[in-house]
């Protein structure tokens, strides 16, 4: 059985140093209609909860329109208990892939070993509004990067 997508968020710290959080999310069915119903996030804090709740959002229509999603749903978003720290729309795009990831249906084609990570705040049209200290967040996503060549890094 493949290893489940990993989605990291790339955000920095109060010293503008780049700072990497494992990020997964998981969908349970909610009731009838076309929404999101309710977005739960394990460890956040309330500006996370906010972001996590705008990104399920914008992910969910997206979702909705290629018909992964039909139904209303509940969102569950699992991060390291460091997301208390979290302030700011940085972790928006992360927050919407890792629902994407989950939103997938697992087959030969898709086999859910890839990992992402990503930075950015979404506008309301789903586009990823500038970027703040990119070189911080590229370089700590090199650090969780596999090495070049190594088995996990195919």
């Known amino acids: 059985m493949p290893s489940p997508a990993r989605t990291w968020m790339l955000l920095t710290n109060t010293r ?3 700072i990497a959080i494992a990020l997964s ?3 349970e069915a909610g ?6 119903r309710h977005v739960e996030v394990s460890n956040g804090s309330a500006e996370l909860r906010d972001s996590a709740r705008h990104a399920a959002e914008l992910a ?3 979702l909705r329109r ?3 999603l039909s139904r209303q749903i509940v969102v569950g978003y699992a991060t390291g208990p460091e997301s208390v720290n979290v302030h700011g729309r940085s972790a928006e795009l992360a927050l919407a892939l890792a629902l994407a990831a989950a939103a997938r249906p697992e087959s030969p084609e898709a086999p859910g070993s890839a990992s992402v ?3 950015g705040a979404l506008g309301d049209d789903g586009a990823v509004l500038p970027i703040e200290h990119l070189r911080e967040k590229v370089e700590v996503a090199l650090g969780i990067r596999p090495p070049r ?3 996990s890094a195919r």
């Not at 009731?31 to 999101?36: C, E, P, S």
Request: charged fraction near 20%; aromatic fraction near 8%; avoid cysteine.
């Open 117 to 119: 990570a990503a930075t």
């Open 60 to 62: 969910y229509e997206a």
């Open 31 to 36: 009731t009838r209609g076309q929404a999101v």
């Open 25 to 27: 999310a998981r969908i």
């Open 66 to 68: 290629e018909r992964y």
């Open 16 to 18: 503008a140093q780049g």
């Open 149 to 151: 060549g190594s088995p």
